[in-house]
């Protein structure tokens, strides 16, 4: 094949270096010409935008080889796994848009092959039963540049370590009293080879076996065997587990029958900005009560994604546009973002909302009257047709629209300024009512009755449109703003007196109005429904929310990347105060 695709637009595409490999293998004839991989979550947690990667991945690269993909959960510590955590990858997995087809799988499954195969290496003196306990095996490895010791339960004979192996099996030892290590090189320069764990006594029911086993097989004994059981052709895994392909070919070599093996290829794994990607951190934020849960909108989980408004074809093209590398690296939030406001802005429905309203009343606009206006529900998608948005004598504007003493470039509505009302007219600020504290409880304007639709017969121009909901037809709703969750792009590097990466929360990363206002269009509005507010941004109906009592809204994200020009003006901060003191 080539080595080389066609992107949308013509252009040669280069393969990435995994797609090269299969390439060369599918030339090679190698495995028949099969292609199979596999995506093998642990349930002891929710999914997160990097595991959206691997997915979108293994599952793209099936298919486009006309391959196949398995799920298989990683089941081997029941310590940490719920049924919870199953159930919400396989719905993610749907949700992204791949299917495995009803190759579901489980480590679990394979139990008794995993023993029959350690008991296989202990016959070929390839591992040993080891008392020493966990903390002594631990110390004895020795460092990268020093050799580690030897157990001294090393060179038991065949037969006692059959003996051992199966007792431990039946339950006669406690936790900590034995574990299988492999017989490999205490003096490599790896220190995964140095005759590494592989079985352990753990006296715990499994959710999916129950009190039939209480030895479980370590991650590298269980990863490369159900590969090879499952007949797996490529096995991708993120660049952290480099290190473990010795082990995972070693235990290929001395356990396989055949010329078949299943290939391990490492890719760089995905760590986005402002935010964390650790399952155990993750779990840290929900069980202290700092996020609303898994799929809290501000979490980096997939469930919180999707509540929060992103869409299955944003995150697989963020996924396609990341690509694939060996070198790991931060990416910017940016390029997610973008590629949610690229899908969002052909698909969604366009409403008017106000998130701080002040009133405006149009005092020469007849007191008992009202009328329909015409508004474009998608300009990208004329399809989408138009709908009917009420207008009357009192409506709602931004609060922020609004000024009284205004700079030299605001446009917006300011006593004397005419402006132009989206879709509706033209009005001019005539006087405002306040309070007894001074706050602007009600802005008094006229308006052009010629104007309607926001144009003007006598061709004359407004700079500043404004959008508004009429007051009358206003259906109250709760908005939340959501922000990054942490004020740094790289929270993992931890404050240097706490130690703990939640020094670097963001205490804003939350704002709730409870008082907002839309236009009547999204009363029949349903959880996890779309929109863009004009001016506003992109919102999302909360999968939670009642829609019987009150909507509640999540902001999915601004239209245009306010961090970025926040970050810049971070970045020419010192500058202005470089400048300032040359000028002192």
């Not at 099996?169 to 574990?179: A, I, L, M, S, V």
């Given at each position: 094949m080539a080595n080389n695709e066609k992107n949308e637009e013509g252009k040669k595409k280069s393969l990435n270096f995994i797609e090269q490999i299969i390439e060369e293998d599918l030339s090679k004839n190698k495995n028949g010409g099969r292609i199979h991989t596999r995506f093998p979550p642990e349930p002891n947690g929710f999914l997160h935008i990097g595991h959206a990667k691997s997915i979108c991945l293994n599952f793209g690269l099936a298919g486009k080889y006309n391959g196949k993909t398995n799920l298989r959960f990683d089941d081997t510590n029941p310590l940490k796994e719920e049924q919870v955590y199953i159930d919400s990858i396989k719905e993610d997995i749907h949700w992204l848009g791949f299917d495995w087809e009803g190759r579901e799988y489980y480590a679990s499954d394979y139990f008794e092959r995993l023993y029959e195969f350690a008991e296989k290496l202990i016959k070929q003196g390839k591992a040993f039963v080891c008392e020493m306990t966990p903390d002594e095996i631990k110390n004895s490895r020795g460092t990268p540049t020093e050799p580690g010791k030897e157990s001294p339960y090393r060179d038991r004979p065949v037969e006692e370590n059959l003996d051992l192996f199966r007792r431990m099996?039946?339950?006669?030892?406690?936790?900590?009293?034995?574990?299988l290590r492999a017989k490999i090189d205490m003096s490599s320069p790896n220190m995964h080879l140095r005759d590494p764990v592989l079985y352990r006594i753990r006296h715990m029911a499994h959710p999916r076996t129950g009190d039939e086993w209480c030895i479980y097989p370590m991650y590298d004994m269980a990863h490369g065997q159900c590969d090879y059981i499952e007949g797996i052709t490529h096995s991708l895994c993120t660049m952290e587990f480099e290190v473990h392909r010795p082990l995972?070919?070693?235990?290929?070599?001395?356990?396989?029958?055949?010329?078949?093996?299943?290939?391990?290829?490492?890719?760089?794994?995905?760590?986005?900005?402002?935010?964390?990607?650790?399952?155990?951190?993750?779990?840290?934020?929900?069980?202290?009560?700092?996020?609303?849960?898994?799929?809290?909108?501000r979490m980096p989980t997939i469930s919180g994604l999707r509540r929060r408004g992103y869409t299955p074809a944003s995150i697989r093209d963020f996924s396609e546009r990341v690509g694939i590398a060996k070198r790991d690296n931060i990416i910017d939030m940016a390029l997610l973002e973008n590629s949610l406001r690229e899908d969002l802005n052909k698909k969604a429905q366009r409403v008017m909302g106000v998130l701080d309203p002040v009133k405006v009343v149009i005092t020469n606009y007849p007191e008992n009257e009202e009328e329909e206006l015409d508004a474009v529900n998608n300009p990208e998608d004329e399809s989408m047709g138009k709908r009917e948005v009420p207008f009357s004598r009192e409506i709602f504007i931004e609060r922020n629209d609004f000024m009284e003493e205004p700079p030299k470039k605001f446009f917006r509505l300011a006593p004397g300024r005419e402006v132009r009302l989206r879709y509706a007219y033209f009005i001019t600020c005539e006087d405002v009512v306040k309070d007894a504290s001074g706050e602007i409880t009600e802005i008094r304007c006229t308006y052009d009755p010629s104007s309607r639709g926001g144009q003007s017969p006598d061709g004359r121009k407004v700079k500043g449109t404004l959008h508004w909901v009429s007051a009358k037809h206003a259906i109250p709703v709760e908005v939340r703003?959501?922000?990054?969750?942490?004020?740094?792009?790289?929270?993992?590097?931890?404050?240097?007196?706490?130690?703990d990466f939640r020094a670097n929360l963001n205490p804003d990363s939350l704002h709730i109005l409870e008082n907002c206002m839309l236009e009547p269009f999204i009363k029949d509005a349903k959880p996890e429904d779309k929109f863009q507010f004009e001016r506003k941004g992109y919102f999302c109906v909360d999968r939670y929310c009642d829609p019987h009592k009150k909507l509640v809204f999540n902001r999915t994200v601004t239209l245009k990347d306010t961090w970025a020009k926040i970050a810049k003006q971070q970045k020419q901060q010192p500058k202005k105060q470089k400048n300032k003191q040359k000028n002192k």
């Open positions: 099996k039946e339950g006669e030892f406690p936790e900590g009293r034995y574990q995972y070919d070693w235990l290929l070599d001395h356990i396989a029958e055949g010329d078949y093996r299943p290939r391990q290829i490492e890719f760089a794994r995905l760590n986005l900005g402002y935010t964390v990607m650790s399952k155990r951190k993750l779990l840290q934020l929900v069980e202290d009560g700092t996020v609303d849960g898994w799929d809290d909108p703003q959501y922000d990054r969750l942490f004020m740094t792009e790289d929270p993992d590097k931890v404050d240097e007196e706490r130690k």
